[in-house]
């Protein structure tokens, strides 16, 4: 737990080395000590008497970015609480040019996400000495009462993200559809949003042929998840999210190997996302109207399995030749797209998916691949995304590549082929958007599940993209 208290004094001082009139220290520092004022480099000076102070590189370059104080923060957090230390006074010194709010908002939320640990399945739990961390924070400027609610908002979009997380973390033996739509009922009905869960049964009746070719082979039956949050009861304009829910990819009888199969728990991802991200919105109250779907199964082999060669229907009516039982994820979310905005008529759609591995070689785990129908949507999404940091890269819509997925006995094809994979596969789902309205596609291979940590992201589940969704939705 992590409590900022605003114009307040006491505990370990945080020394920043853009302050000037510390320089004589740093400069000690610099010359007797590892210490090298390095951006976001943070070293901890012990003094048996005063209890020592924390030096904190900080550069002012003209490029200095959020995204390097949210480092700068997890860094502080974590040199500060494995020194065991459970109180530090921040005077934040003139950061040029940039806001006092987003500067606050940046360090804390560096903090916040260095507390986050995936621990569930530890017999022994790693024992942080400090339990709760308090922050005595003198900003340049701005009410302090302003500051405490923009801290007290940061806390439930975080809470949104570890959410989201802790979904993505647990291996499909625990999650998997049934128990992912009781974790959205639980977690999203005490906060008023209406959570509906259909059963397979229900989900032949609503016409999801696609979506149960993909769920047949496992004896787990699958779910669709369907959320709405009214914030703004004025209007009657709502933005569908669609998140793939594939709550293990075996790839079917287009099997993974071993290699590639053990992280495969991790492709519901963008449920995960969805699920945290609607549950942020509700617990800052967002005025914003949001339908969350996700059509949750799992993609195994058994003797009910689809098949590669298969033709099967869709929520749409259009066929869908298999040529790769390991393309599922698209085929699943043709329909939840199409149910998205054919049946909830949604204004504007965003699908968030683990699509392709073609996505990671291109863009590593550093960019979700995006594909758009619409630029101007895009470039709203892109503003949010950038200022909270998280990268997001825009790939071409040429129709060029949509004759890839051409079949020759069926409306369309779930692959095409080698070239431009991450293309074709957000391609395909954009097929499946009705009446022609706004989307985007979120590839979300690379930076949804990291193979090991990145500057305040850590190994595994990030929870990418629920920070923007928020930022894009309460501003809308
Ligand atoms: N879930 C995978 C994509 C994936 C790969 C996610 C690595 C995260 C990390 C997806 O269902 C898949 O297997 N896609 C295939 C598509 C291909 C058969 C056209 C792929 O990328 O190989
Ligand atoms: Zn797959
Ligand atoms: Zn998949």
Same mark, same amino acid.
């Given at each position: 737990m992590i409590n900022l208290n605003f114009y307040q004094n006491g505990g370990i001082p945080v020394i920043f080395s853009s302050d000037r009139s510390k320089s004589e220290l740093i400069d000690w520092a610099k010359n007797n000590t590892?210490? &090298?004022?390095?951006?976001?480099e943070v070293y901890y000076l012990p003094n048996p008497e005063s209890g020592g102070l924390i030096l904190a590189g900080l550069n002012l370059a003209e490029d200095l970015t959020f995204d390097q104080l949210r480092h700068l923060g997890f860094k502080i957090y974590k040199t500060a609480t494995t020194n065991k230390i459970g109180e530090i006074e921040i005077m934040m010194p003139p950061i040029t040019e940039k806001c006092d709010f987003q500067i606050m908002r940046s360090i804390a939320e560096g903090m916040i996400q260095a507390?986050? $640990?995936?621990?569930?399945? !530890? +017999? #022994?739990k790693d024992d942080n000495p400090v339990k709760d961390f308090t922050v005595n924070y003198t900003p340049n400027n701005g009410s302090a009462e302003k500051m405490q609610a923009e801290f007290n908002k940061l806390k439930d979009v975080m809470d949104g993200v570890f959410l989201a997380r802790d979904l993505i973390n647990q291996t499909s033996n625990y999650v998997y559809p049934e128990t992912l739509a009781q974790a959205a009922v639980d977690t999203l009905q005490p906060l008023g949003i209406e959570v509906a869960v259909y059963n397979r049964e229900q989900i032949k009746k609503i016409g999801m042929e696609a979506f149960l070719a993909v769920a047949q082979g496992s004896s787990k039956e699958p779910r669709l998840i369907v959320m709405k949050y009214q =914030? %703004?009861?004025?209007?009657?304009q709502f933005t569908g999210l669609v998140g &793939?829910?594939?709550?293990?990819?075996?790839?079917?009888?287009?099997l993974k190997p071993s290699d590639g199969m @053990? +992280?495969?728990?991790?492709?519901?991802s963008g449920a995960g996302t969805v699920i945290g991200t609607m549950y942020a919105l509700a617990k800052i109250k967002a005025k914003a109207n949001v339908y969350g779907v996700i059509a949750a199964c799992e993609n195994l082999i058994s003797g009910t399995s689809y098949k590669v060669g298969d033709i099967i229907g869709s929520l749409s009516g259009k066929t869908i030749e298999i =040529? %790769?039982?390991?393309?599922?994820g698209r085929v699943t979310l043709a329909d939840a797209v199409y149910y998205a905005t054919?049946?909830? &008529? /949604? %204004?504007r759609v965003i699908d968030l998916a683990t699509l392709t591995g073609a996505c990671l070689v291109a863009l590593g785990e550093e960019y979700t691949g995006v594909i758009t129908n619409n630029d101007d949507y895009y470039q709203e999404f892109k503003a949010a995304a950038d200022k909270v940091g998280e990268k997001v890269w825009l790939l071409p819509n040429d #129709? $060029?590549?949509? @004759? !890839? %997925? $051409?079949s020759k006995v069926a409306d369309i094809k779930n692959v095409g082929g080698r070239l431009a994979g991450t293309i074709t596969g957000g391609q395909f789902i954009g097929?499946? /958007?009705?009446?022609?309205i706004p989307w985007i596609h979120l590839d979300?291979?690379?930076?949804?599940?990291?193979?090991k940590e990145n500057d305040y992201l850590p190994e595994?589940?990030?929870?990418?993209h629920v920070k923007a969704l928020v930022e894009l939705l309460e501003h809308q």
């Open positions: 590892t210490f &090298k004022a390095e951006q976001a507390t986050y $640990k995936f621990d569930r399945y !530890l +017999s #022994k =914030g %703004n009861p004025d209007s009657d &793939k829910g594939i709550t293990y990819d075996s790839g079917g009888y287009s @053990e +992280s495969m728990h991790c492709d519901m =040529g %790769n039982t390991d393309a599922e054919d049946n909830l &008529k /949604v %204004n #129709k $060029k590549f949509t @004759e !890839l %997925n $051409k097929e499946f /958007v009705a009446n022609n979300i291979a690379g930076t949804a599940y990291l193979s595994r589940a990030t929870g990418v």
